[in-house]
């Protein structure tokens, strides 16, 4: 079984961000970036599919230089090789332009199953994995808590809201996303991250691709950001100050004269 | 752009569900915009009801598209009748709810197009022109532009009010005849996750719940101490529970279950839009953030910027003095 893993480098959950010049995006300077804890959970759904019987796992991703440091992770945390779309004619895509270069790659590797993030953690357009799947023309399932191989494919269960879940038979080859709490994500070992070092790490341009640079990256984009902000605050409620125990103290009295559960 | 707005209907049950009736008042926003129609369309193997239902809130036409292979949500089969659909009847936005249904299925026919979605958008204007959509967990918002026809868009649920009924539309039963094969996914069954009956959030007067930035199953220990003291449940947002620091059945939000609380205590919980849906109901809202610019405060009662770890434990203290436990 041969499985590609789609991740992405985002900025840490606990970066301080601000907006560029341009109102187009956050400013990228300054901050630490890692892999998008969605894609934890592909990865490691790939590697638990992998320990369960034989296959290769290829992580594949697009982003600029520092994007290595994820695919870096990948393979230290077991991946077999990886796959960095890199040159500049594939960045600031949208995210057709970015599924057309993702799926371009990914031919190259013939996989049985394409495993995403079910979003990624700074953008949350949740809709590469789905381009992706109607590129390559794959049937594909969002949102996988559950992920089971069958005779004829894979068995999905698929969030739904309310604690409900839906479960589809799928054929493969086939696009996945998966949600996080799937799964309970190993982490790099010493070991894993000096035999990741030998590892190979891919960095096609669009010619070995056979894909016309005006179609990716920002040229290929149909889908425009603009005048990014803050988001105008709904009119918030009473902020306590003090220290510590005089803001307890005065919480206490609010509870007491606004909710009768004290 | 005077084409049809088409909405993608959804149903539980045979009933319409209310995000499909808040897709209805924007279809009928941008159809005055425009000079467009709004339409909607349900898909299924006995639409006709479900049609009938939605044929009184002030769209044009409402398509009952009708097919023994859309008895069940497949992306195979939403994504070809659709297609289909907006083919010969000339449609320039479609709208779905960014829901399980919506985010699944949106993608894969604005991909037939060689497009991108307009995914989870909040706002509008001019005519479908330019839209609002969040990012960053709702840190930021961006507006956006579309170059190309048509729009397929998901709509974040409770961004828009749900429309009244208004006037009579037509119902058009259309028959699809998707070829067997066409349809890749089988769908199998809709499960409920069993309720272990441990944790009852849904009834509970007072909730105190953690965010991930407790850090550590171990670190929970504070809000526990709070929502002992109070005599009320703890309650989690995703992070926690996925990270199985707590069980599952302490989620609240989108994908777990909603709470309507006398008291809601939320610590260190940024308030992403999956977990505000989940408790904004809540009697009394107090939420603990040591970012002022938390979305979590938009929605609170009583807002305190600060450090959790120091402002939970001295909660804890003067809640059991108030009591006379102290
Ligand atoms: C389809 C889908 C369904 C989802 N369903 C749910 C759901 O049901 N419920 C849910 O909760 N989420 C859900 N999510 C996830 C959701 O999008 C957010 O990722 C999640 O709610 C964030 O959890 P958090 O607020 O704990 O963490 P973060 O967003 O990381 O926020 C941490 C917060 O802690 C604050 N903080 C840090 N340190 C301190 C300190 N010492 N003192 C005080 N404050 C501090 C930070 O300022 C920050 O605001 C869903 C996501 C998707 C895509």
């Known amino acids: ?262 | 752009m005077a084409g049809k707005i088409l909405t993608v209907i959804e149903t539980d049950a045979g009933r319409v569900r209310d995000c499909s009736y808040e897709l209805v008042t924007l279809a009928r926003e941008l159809a005055q915009a425009t000079g467009g129609t709004a339409c909607a369309a349900v898909l299924g193997d006995d639409p006709v009801a479900a049609a009938t239902q939605v044929a009184g809130h002030g769209v044009e036409t409402v398509y009952a598209v009708k097919d023994p292979g859309l008895a069940a949500y497949t992306a195979d089969g939403w994504a070809a009748a659709l297609k289909r659909l907006m083919a010969s009847e000339g449609v320039d936005i479609v709208l779905f709810s960014h829901t399980p249904l919506g985010w699944d299925a949106a993608p894969r026919l604005s991909a037939v197009h060689s497009l991108p979605a307009l995914t989870e958008i909040v706002a509008v204007e001019d005519g479908g022109k330019v839209w609002t959509r969040l990012m960053f967990n709702g840190k930021f918002q961006v507006r956006m532009t579309l170059d190309g026809t048509p729009a397929v868009v998901t709509v974040q649920k409770g961004a828009f009010p749900p429309c009244e009924e208004q006037g009579q539309g037509a119902v058009k039963e259309v028959a699809i005849g998707l070829e067997p094969g066409a349809i890749r996914q089988k769908y199998v069954e809709t499960t409920s996750a069993p309720a272990s009956g441990k944790v009852d959030l849904a009834s509970a007067d007072i909730i105190v719940a953690g965010g991930r930035s407790i850090g550590s199953k171990e670190k929970f220990g504070i809000i526990k101490e709070l929502a002992d003291a109070l005599g009320g449940q703890v309650g989690a947002s995703r992070p926690v529970t996925d990270a199985g620091w707590l069980p599952h059945e302490h989620q609240v939000g989108s994908s777990g279950i909603t709470v309507k609380p006398k008291l809601y205590i939320a610590s260190g919980i940024s308030g992403a839009i999956q977990h505000i849906v989940g408790m904004k109901q809540s009697g009394y809202i107090v939420a603990i953030n040591r970012d002022k610019e938390a979305p979590i405060f938009e929605v609170a009662d009583v807002c305190i910027i600060g450090d959790q770890f120091e402002i939970v434990p001295a909660l804890t203290k003067a809640i059991l003095e108030a009591r006379g436990h102290g």
């Open chain 1, 1 to 262: 079984m041969k499985i590609v893993v789609c991740v992405k480098q985002v900025p840490d959950s606990d970066a301080a961000l601000a907006i560029n010049a341009d109102k187009t995006w956050i400013l990228e300077s300054g901050i630490n970036f890692g892999l998008n804890p969605y894609d934890r959970y592909a990865l490691e759904e790939a590697l638990k599919i992998k320990d369960a019987g034989e296959g290769e796992v290829v992580a594949v991703t697009l982003g600029p230089d520092r994007a290595a440091q994820v695919l870096k992770t990948c393979l230290a945390t077991g991946a077999d090789r990886a796959i960095h779309l890199k040159d500049d004619a594939f960045q600031g895509g949208d995210p057709w332009a970015n599924a057309l270069a993702l799926a371009a790659a990914i031919r190259t590797v013939e996989p049985d199953l394409v495993l995403c993030g079910f979003q990624a953690d700074d953008d949350t357009l949740a809709q590469t994995p789905v381009l992706l799947a109607g590129i390559l023309d794959m049937p594909h399932a969002t949102g996988a808590m559950k992920i089971e191989r069958t005779d004829a494919g894979v068995r999905v269960e698929r969030e739904l809201e309310a604690d409900r879940r839906e479960v589809v038979d799928l054929p493969l080859p086939s696009v996945i996303t998966v949600q996080t709490g799937i799964n309970e994500p190993r982490y790099a070992s010493i070991k894993g991250i000096m035999a990741a070092k030998r590892k190979e790490m891919k960095t096609p341009d669009p010619a070995d691709l056979g894909i016309d640079p005006s179609q990716v990256g920002a040229a290929g984009s149909r889908l425009r950001f603009f005048d990014m902000a803050v988001p105008p605050k709904k009119e918030g409620g009473e902020v306590l100050t003090g220290t510590a125990d005089e803001i307890a103290l005065a919480l206490v009295k609010r509870i007491r004269e606004n909710t009768g559960v004290l």
